[in-house]
């Protein structure tokens, strides 16, 4: 069955220090999504993806942070500069059409800002 | 914008006995309202889904109800088994737009054998 991945599993860094988080949506999906979950508190919806742009966006989603599709398989987020506060685990998604019951969701890469 | 309130936070159950997971929702144009298994080292998965205007759907063990008036839906798991031993999360969307979801917190659910 396809599935979405995501690399790192794990990733530390420095406070400061630029992110990149990488994902590989399933193949003929069309609609990409980064989700993040602080330890302990709720998975929370950062950005949607279609067509070479972002479609939504959420206040957590600031200047810090950007989204691309460089190959047309990867799907990446950038962390700029890094807080201590973007310590989380980072879930990507991805789906054909538009609707929620079609996201597949990765395992997650768990970020660690020290 | 929607929350999603969810629990309990964690729960416990003997192996063949039955577990109940409760949301609510203040969104009253959700319509959509999945459940999720996660299973460590995975991610999110869709188990089961409700919509508006169905009151409760069952599928093998698992089953859900909405009730609407009240803004809350729940997952009944019966003859629970060690595999269903995982996190479970509620959310709620609504549709139209690009369909972003709104999770609960996330029970983490307990077979003992």
């Known amino acids: 069955e396809p599935e979405v991945t995501q690399t790192p599993s794990h990733q530390v860094t420095q406070m400061g220090q630029e992110v990149i988080l990488r994902c590989v949506p399933i193949s003929n999906h069309l609609y990409f999504y980064w989700y993040r979950q602080i330890l302990g508190q709720k998975v929370e919806f950062l950005v949607s993806?279609?067509?070479?742009?972002?479609?939504?966006k959420s206040e957590i989603f600031d200047d810090q942070f950007s989204v691309e599709r460089p190959d047309g398989s990867n799907f990446t987020l950038k962390i700029r500069s890094t807080k201590l506060e973007d310590s989380a685990m980072y879930f990507c998604a991805s789906s054909q059409g538009r609707h929620a019951y079609e996201q597949y969701f990765g395992p997650g890469t768990r970020l660690t800002v020290t | 914008g929607e929350n999603v309130e969810q629990h309990p936070s964690t729960l416990s159950v003997q192996e063949g006995d039955s577990a109940v997971i409760k949301c609510t929702y203040s969104d009253s144009a959700s319509n959509y309202f999945p459940w999720y298994k996660q299973e460590l080292g995975k991610g999110p998965q869709l188990i089961i889904d409700?919509?508006?205007?169905?009151g409760e759907k069952k599928d093998q063990r698992i089953a859900v109800t909405l009730n609407k008036t009240a803004k809350h839906f729940s997952l009944h798991i019966t003859e629970t088994q060690p595999e269903d031993s995982a996190v479970y999360f509620c959310a709620a969307t609504t549709s139209g737009g690009y369909q972003k979801v709104t999770f609960g917190i996330g029970t983490k659910l307990q077979v003992i054998p």
């Open positions: 409700i919509r508006s205007n169905v």
């Open positions: 993806f279609y067509n070479n742009e972002i479609s939504e």
